[in-house]
């Protein structure tokens, strides 16, 4: 699933092609991708035939289109959802559920592509400011406005391991497994360590690496382990070929030589590198 430097990355992509663009027409090619809107896909394209993107903004993992109507058009990408920028006589991916025109004959269309309908798009009433139905996500680390000193408060507040911590989208948004492991690897943390006992050094570093590995994403164009991820462009990122630990169970750790260890976490995996990161000796898991 994309995390927050690869929507991040569609979310600029976006930013350049669509904004100031008036919507010509909307064609709703499958019902699922809009299952979210109640009111189903003629209303759908009715509340967006006519009005202008004003801004491209997200939340965590979420991106919303703001409207000149003061409603806003929210999307997840979901597992394999692509926003794909193409001019109008390119042929249609296999997987194309939603097609928006533009009145300005020279823009390109705007396609949403999923192979597995597991995203979603939706109109969010009065939610150009924010989607009241997003309100309740944190901010992310990538966020002029988030908040270090209240971050690490909260998070030496509770009680669990510190991975399923940075997983928690209420504390902060936007940090998916790949990202997690990644940081705390930098931040030399084990995926158990119990919050509670983490020092306000070891937080400000943990934030620290969260937002390195963010930003040396963001810089690769995101993390694309197969063609499910893609920017506006159709093309894939490449920061997987810089991962220190996600998926290198029996590798030899970039700093030390020891082979990555991968635990079962969370229906998910975990990969630590068993000298740089120690296991606490009373983890929570």
């Not at 997200?58 to 959802?81: C, E, I, Q």
């Not at 309908?117 to 944190?138: K, R, T, V, Y």
């Not at 499910?228 to 997987?240: A, I, K």
Request: hydrophobic share 35%; charged share 30%; glycine share 10%.
């Amino acid at each position: 699933m994309p995390e927050l430097p690869e929507v991040e990355v569609v979310r600029r992509g976006l930013e350049r092609f669509v904004v100031g663009q008036d919507v010509a027409a909307v064609e709703v090619r499958h019902s699922r991708p809009i299952r979210r809107h109640a009111a189903g896909p003629r209303d759908f394209s009715d509340r967006l035939v006519g009005r202008r993107i004003t801004d491209v903004r997200r939340r965590g993992k979420y991106l919303w289109l703001p409207l000149d109507s003061g409603d806003a058009l929210l999307g997840h990408l979901g597992m394999s959802g692509q926003f794909v920028v193409q001019g109008p006589g390119v042929p249609d991916e296999p997987h194309l559920r939603v097609r928006f025109c533009f009145r300005d004959p020279a823009a390109p269309q705007l396609r949403f592509v999923d192979q597995r309908m597991f995203g979603g798009l939706s109109i969010s009433p009065g939610g150009a400011e924010l989607p009241d139905e997003i309100s309740h996500i944190a901010r992310d680390p990538i966020d002029p406005e988030f908040d270090d000193d209240a971050f690490v408060v909260a998070l030496r507040r509770r009680r669990t391991g510190v991975k399923r911590a940075l997983l928690d989208q209420r504390l902060v948004s936007g940090i998916g497994n790949i990202y997690a492991d990644e940081a705390l690897w930098r931040a030399r943390l084990h995926y158990a360590r119990p919050t509670d006992t983490m020092r306000g050094s070891e937080a400000v570093r943990l934030l620290a690496a969260v937002r390195d590995v963010m930003g040396a994403a963001l810089t690769a164009g995101g993390t694309s382990f197969d063609r499910l991820y893609v920017n506006v462009n159709g093309e894939s990122g490449y920061f997987d070929r810089s991962l220190a630990v996600y998926g290198r169970e029996a590798q030899p750790c970039d700093e030390c030589g020891t082979p990555v260890r991968r635990d079962a976490f969370m229906n998910r995996s975990s990969f630590t590198c068993p000298r740089c990161q120690p296991r606490p000796r009373r983890g929570r898991w």
